[in-house]
């Protein structure tokens, strides 16, 4: 059955009552679809020293730990590690000195501490941990979106008649919406051809920030402050989820394959 006509047989399904109390980064659906497709594109002797590393929880288990971690006060040094606002006129190159701690300086922080031999066993089940999470992040558009409205946090919408907000949308409501579980997304990802997932691959996480970045400036672009957002706008973005989801777990397994290799 096409996938769109199954889409709104399951919105339908609803009654219009839509809404996700859940303010996590892409949702824990949405990180846990991530972090499962990634283990698809692990290699064997990657899946072995992971396994090992965490003790057997699977990736899509520690998905939503850097979100878990922020009710608790000891872990507040970490908030900026989840977004970065690049201006649009600028490159990551020109203003990393002046955006201190961010994403993309996160990720690399966390590849990093995770390819020393030093780093303690403890603090690598955490990067690790912070890794995943973090690439998940990198690929929802908002956290990497302005500065001046919170990444779409101070843009006000109404999402099937609820207070919301442009950030929730994209980060849990159109998933939490469409209803389908985190290992059903993961299996039914895109079907790709061999030079579409190298396409994936290449590139730097700076440049994968760009391509996020690109992505929100269109996001912004689709709707107006108080907006009432219905069908139509899950119509026509919730492939582009999708999409993103898929891509950040392809590129997640490539970071992970180079560390563990």
């Given amino acids: 059955m096409n996938l769109r006509i199954i889409f709104f047989i399951v919105l339908l399904s609803f009654n219009g009552t839509i809404y996700a109390d859940n303010e996590g980064d892409w949702g824990k659906n949405g990180h846990r679809t991530t972090a499962k497709i990634a283990e698809g594109y692990l290699k064997k002797k990657t899946i072995r020293k992971i396994e090992k590393l965490l003790d057997g929880e699977s990736l899509a288990l520690i998905s939503n730990f850097g979100d878990d971690i922020k009710s608790d006060p ?36 966390c590849v990093s501490k995770l390819k020393e031999d030093k780093t303690s066993r403890e603090d690598k089940q955490f990067y690790l941990k912070m890794l995943v999470h973090l690439i998940g992040d990198l690929h929802q558009p908002l956290h990497v979106g302005r500065a001046e409205d919170k990444g779409g946090n101070a843009i006000e919408v109404k999402w099937f008649n609820k207070k919301s907000n442009l950030h929730r949308v994209w980060d849990s409501e159109m998933i939490e919406s469409f ?14 051809s061999k030079k579409e997932i190298k396409a994936i691959k290449q590139g730097s996480v700076v440049d994968w920030a760009r391509d996020s970045q690109i992505l929100a400036q269109k ?31 392809i590129r997640l397994a490539t970071v992970l394959n180079d560390i563990f290799a």
């Avoid at 919730?238 to 950040?248: A, D, N, P």
């Fill in 219 to 249: 996001v912004y672009q689709s709707v107006e402050e108080n907006n009432s957002l219905y069908y139509s706008y899950m119509y026509t973005w919730f492939s582009q989820v999708r999409t993103q989801l898929q891509k950040g777990g």
């Fill in 179 to 192: 209803d389908m579980s985190y290992s059903d997304l993961a299996i039914n990802q895109e079907e790709l």
């Fill in 74 to 109: 000891a872990y507040k040094k970490f908030s900026r590690w989840h977004y970065v606002n690049i201006p649009s006129n600028k490159t990551y190159e020109e203003v990393k000195d002046e955006l201190g701690e961010n994403l993309i300086w996160a990720i690399e922080e």
